[in-house]
């Protein structure tokens, strides 16, 4: 008996604060999944980090024992300061200094970048002038860019999902659900193709030194805005059509940015996800509402019967006298 009572205590316990239980296991999964992410990534880059610290140890070395007259001292000021103008996009390589990072081209790639939040980093305002306008630019650009972007998918998302759902619905008598799930895919898989798989093709073909899963690689880590700026395009040496090449890049990261916003926008119409992000939001008390309501609605009752009551009397006061009388009484009482 006590234990029955015991069980359906937890049972309406755990039933009474449902979101919050949900949000602490997403927040503990979310924390799980960090933990995960960390322990795969130092146990797969870390034996690559170490090589790499011994054969450059090991070229330092050796470039120090060919070069007795040069101390390494010298040595690491020279690499200090080439490493600190590689960092602002400067590089001392013969085969690099072609390429400026500040035409109107790289400027406007560069625009693009800040206004998506992708920021590469491989080329970062040199003057103070320079990161002072940086500054002022993203904070009126990005809010301005979040609106353009929602006014735009807002639009094409009418067309591309809505009207497209709606029409299989109401002419060919499918599920609305279903149609929603079945279009959700195909449209994810035009996307994946028109925007990572033919770009990943088009740019292991134009960059000499990137093979499809590095092309790939660049396109999601753009299009997901993490932009860790290991791989940009167009930085080759005597690349063909660099100006061209830039402007296209430009335009493929905001139209892909604008797909990839669609195909979000339409998986999170789908009615599954809309009952399962239900499950971590914060719950209204739906008895206060309750209450709230039937207050209202009593005092709005009471106010009109209030109301109408007053109406009839003010009709009566104002209609004229009427004899109480039936006109048969008026009728006997005239023939007597």
């Given amino acids: 008996m006590l234990q029955s009572l015991a069980g359906s205590s937890c049972v309406r316990l755990v039933e009474q604060h449902r979101s919050a239980w949900c949000f602490a296991l997403l927040v503990l999964g979310y924390l799980l999944y960090l933990v995960f992410g960390a322990v795969v990534f130092s146990s797969v880059e870390l034996p690559?980090?170490?090589?790499?610290?011994?054969?450059?140890?090991?070229?330092?070395?050796?470039?120090?024992?060919?070069?007795?007259?040069?101390?390494?001292?010298?040595?690491?000021?020279?690499?200090?300061?080439v490493l600190e103008a590689s960092n602002y996009g400067v590089s001392v390589l013969s085969n690099a200094s072609g390429n400026w990072n500040w035409d109107f081209t790289s400027s406007l790639f560069f625009a693009s970048t800040v206004l998506s939040t992708t920021g590469y980093g491989h080329t970062v305002p040199l003057s103070d002038g320079g990161k002072a306008f940086c500054i002022i630019y993203s904070v009126i650009g990005i809010p301005f860019t979040l609106l353009f972007l929602t006014a735009v998918v807002q639009r094409i998302i009418v067309y591309v999902t809505r009207r497209p759902v709606l029409y299989f619905h109401i002419r060919w008598g499918f599920s609305k659900q279903v149609v929603a799930i079945i279009h959700a895919m195909?449209?994810?898989?035009?996307?994946?193709?028109?925007?990572?798989?033919?770009?990943?093709?088009?740019?292991?073909?134009?960059?000499?030194?990137?093979?499809?899963?590095?092309?790939?690689?660049?396109?999601?880590?753009?299009?997901?805005?993490?932009?860790?700026?290991?791989?940009?395009?167009?930085?080759?040496?005597?690349?063909?059509?660099?100006?061209?090449?830039?402007?296209?890049?430009?335009?493929?990261?905001?139209?892909?940015?604008?797909?990839?916003?669609?195909?979000?926008e339409t998986f999170c119409e789908l009615h599954e996800l809309k009952k399962f992000r239900k499950l971590f939001y914060v719950k209204k008390d739906k008895e206060e509402d309750q209450v709230h309501i039937m207050e209202h609605d009593q005092l709005s009752f009471s106010s009109i019967s209030d109301q109408a009551a007053s109406m009839k009397d003010d009709q009566k006061a104002n209609e004229p006298f009427v004899n109480s009388q039936s006109p048969a009484s008026n009728d006997s009482s005239l023939n007597n």
């Fill in 186 to 264: 195909v449209l994810g898989f035009i996307t994946v193709s028109c925007f990572f798989l033919i770009p990943a093709a088009i740019f292991s073909v134009l960059e000499d030194d990137w093979n499809f899963l590095e092309s790939f690689y660049f396109c999601f880590i753009s299009l997901s805005t993490i932009g860790l700026g290991d791989y940009v395009p167009g930085e080759g040496y005597n690349q063909k059509f660099r100006e061209l090449y830039k402007i296209g890049i430009t335009c493929y990261l905001l139209m892909g940015l604008i797909a990839m916003l669609v195909v979000l």
């Fill in 48 to 81: 690559y980090e170490d090589l790499l610290r011994q054969e450059l140890g090991k070229l330092k070395q050796r470039f120090l024992e060919e070069h007795a007259c040069l101390s390494e001292q010298q040595l690491e000021q020279f690499l200090m300061r």
